[in-house]
């Protein structure tokens, strides 16, 4: 998807309606994205000789007084801009579920899009780590530009969910093509580090030996490689579910615990060797993680499942 096809593609004609609609089929306000519905005398009564493929697509107008009339499902992802034109982001079917959430492929892209420097972008969702679904973002940038991922990341922030954040980033060249001149998503290459200008990102090797069974670890259990010792473990795609394998890993090789409590103060490597290098190990003093000390606001709490700070969520 490159940022030239990110223009409206219109409003209805006569006696033809357009809705844009969540899975149950509800209407979307202005500027939320789902499935594009048409409807109107002009539509069509349906796929010749394919009943099935009818049925599926030609559904009964769930809105009154519509009786007997129908709504086509296009499969294609859109939303209303506030003129009242239709703006198309994509097909439905790049829909993906990952942790428990749904997600629009087709709308990370378009907002990635807008990013001025960004001239082709395409979101998959990677299983190179069986179990471990994340995000990808491949992206073509424009001539002479070299734009930051660290940009990029703050400018998705800023406009979508952090579950919708993608956890790594490809700069290419151009897009791997088919021959008949589609995305070959198959020669996508696997994501890697990528780092910012940020010379606090930059890469550093273990400097030990204590900092190397550590990268070791890390690099297994993210399947990124290389790993550097002051790589934070969220910015290279960790989550919970990997924290729990990583710090169960890190036990089993150094005979040390460390409490998953420490993982968002100590996320890199260099900050958990210290804490494993000092004569006592860290102790479990309280299963209660400050995400944001500060503020003015009320206190927010939430309160991990019955069983220990081992298997909370961070």
Known sequence: LSARTLVPIGRAIANTEVSVLDPSLNPLPVGVAG?????????????????????????PH?????????????????????????EFLGRIDQQVKLRGFRIELGEIEAVLSQQTDVEEVLVVAREDVPGDKRLVAYLVTKKDTDVGIEVLREFLKSKLPDYMIPSAYVKLDEMPLTPNGKVDRQALPAPGVVRSEDSSSSFIAPRGELESQLVQIWEEV?????????????????????????????????????????????????????LLSVSRPVPRVSSLVPIQPQGDRPPLFCVHPWGGDRKSVV
Do not use: C, W
Request: no cysteine; net charge neutral.
């Open 35 to 59: 499935e594009i519905y048409i409807g109107g005398v002009a539509l069509a009564r349906g796929y010749l000789g394919r009943a099935e493929l009818t049925a599926e697509r030609f559904i």
């Open 62 to 86: 769930p809105f009154p007084p519509s009786a007997g009339a129908r709504l086509y499902r296009t499969g294609d992802l859109g939303r209303r801009l506030a003129g009242g034109e239709m």
């Open 222 to 274: 993210l399947n990124v490689r290389p790993v550097g010792v002051r790589d934070n473990f969220f910015e290279l795609g960790g989550h919970s579910l990997l924290a729990v394998k990583l710090f169960s890993r890190i036990e089993q090789a150094t005979g040390s615990t460390l409490s998953m409590t420490t993982l968002f103060d100590n996320a890199t490597v260099e900050q958990q060797a210290g």
